[in-house]
């Protein structure tokens, strides 16, 4: 599983349900990354999404009522019916959050994309609470523009 991920220098990932920023060029960036793959995340984020399901890709949302869960377009599951929902889905799989998601899948989670965005988000209410290393490391960066920077990270 890819863990796909932008956060700034404190780690505030989101906002009032919402990112705290906008960069095209990163929404760019995970279109062209996730396309042809699945996506896992947690309701809340689906709830986020402007449009959804996002074309081309598979969606599973993690809830603890999958029986509430009404809407067309993803698969719906507890963690433990993870990996019979992904049985059959495109590959790879990545990883989109929220915090509540990466924390619960981190340990399953073989490689980190982040994008490390310079804003400020004064009223962010979300964090990635995980420390990356030591248990990954970076090997790579490519910079989007002056305000997203993309890191790789491997376990
Ligand atoms: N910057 C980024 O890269 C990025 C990426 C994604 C999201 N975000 C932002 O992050 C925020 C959302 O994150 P979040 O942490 O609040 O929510 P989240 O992780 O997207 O979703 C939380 C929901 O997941 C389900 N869930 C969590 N743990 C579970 C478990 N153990 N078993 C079953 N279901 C479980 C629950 O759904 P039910 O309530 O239905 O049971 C819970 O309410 C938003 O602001 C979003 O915009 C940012």
């Known amino acids: 599983m890819i863990g796909v991920v932008a956060m700034n220098p404190a780690g505030c990932i989101g906002e009032a349900g919402r990112l705290p920023w906008h960069h095209p060029e990163d929404l760019q960036f995970f279109k062209r990354t996730t396309l042809g793959g699945t996506l896992v995340m947690g309701r809340v984020t ?15 949302v993690l809830t603890r009522d999958p029986d509430a869960f009404r809407e067309e377009g993803a698969v719906a599951t507890t963690p433990e019916g993870l990996d019979a929902a992904l049985a059959g889905l495109k590959r790879p799989v990545f990883v989109i959050g929220g915090a509540q998601i990466y924390d619960l899948l981190f340990d399953r989670i073989d490689e980190f994309l982040v994008t490390r965005v310079l804003d400020e988000a004064p009223n962010g209410d979300t964090f ?10 970076l090997v790579s960066t ?7 920077t993309v890191e790789r990270w491997q376990r």
């Not at 689906?46 to 599973?60: A, I, M, Q």
């Open 46 to 60: 689906w709830d986020s999404l402007p449009r959804r399901p996002l074309p081309g890709r598979d969606h599973v």
């Open 128 to 137: 990635f609470s995980r420390p990356l290393a030591p248990a990954f490391r």
């Open 142 to 148: 490519e910079v989007l523009s002056p305000a997203c």
